[in-house]
């Protein structure tokens, strides 16, 4: 390899299944049995670097971040709380991998945004083909 040839570098996107084997395989054996637990604490550091600005921006980060195609839920909800669903198609991807990255995530940029201590919580629907986020503050603490 000439000089040119190592200093050019490449930025290819990265691959769907390179995504999964990091996230399904590699993570899950890696944290063990607080998998839940880190990746809900790594999504609300991922926040932290990643900031939105408006709630409404949080389905296009999920896009463009890969992880799928999140819409806030248009039905009733209490003044202190907000659901947004999350479509899989992939029924194995649903069934076996933790949501808790996400919902660390949106717990996180709610947070900021509304200024209450609000946490988030992810529900497997399976023969929906969904992940339900319910996102729920306490008006009670800010933060």
């Known amino acids: 390899m000439n000089k040119q040839t ?3 570098q490449s930025y290819e996107t990265p691959s769907q299944l390179g995504y999964e084997i990091i996230r399904d395989h590699v993570l899950p054996n890696i944290l063990g049995k ?5 990746l809900y604490w790594s ?3 991922v926040a932290r670097k990643f900031p939105i600005f408006s709630v409404d921006e949080l389905p296009d980060f999920f896009r463009e971040a890969g992880w799928g195609h999140l819409t806030a839920y248009d039905g009733k909800t209490a ?3 907000a659901i947004f669903i999350l479509e899989i198609t992939d029924q194995t991807v649903l069934e076996n991998r933790s949501y808790h990255l996400e919902a660390g995530f949106i717990a996180e940029q709610f947070q900021k945004l509304n200024g209450f201590l609000t946490e988030c919580y992810a529900e497997k629907f399976p023969k929906e083909n969904h992940i339900r986020f319910l996102v729920k503050w306490d008006t009670k603490t800010q933060v």
């Open 79 to 81: 003044k202190d709380e």
């Open 43 to 45: 999504g609300k550091e």
């Open 34 to 38: 607080h998998e839940d637990d880190i």
């Open 6 to 8: 190592i200093n050019k």
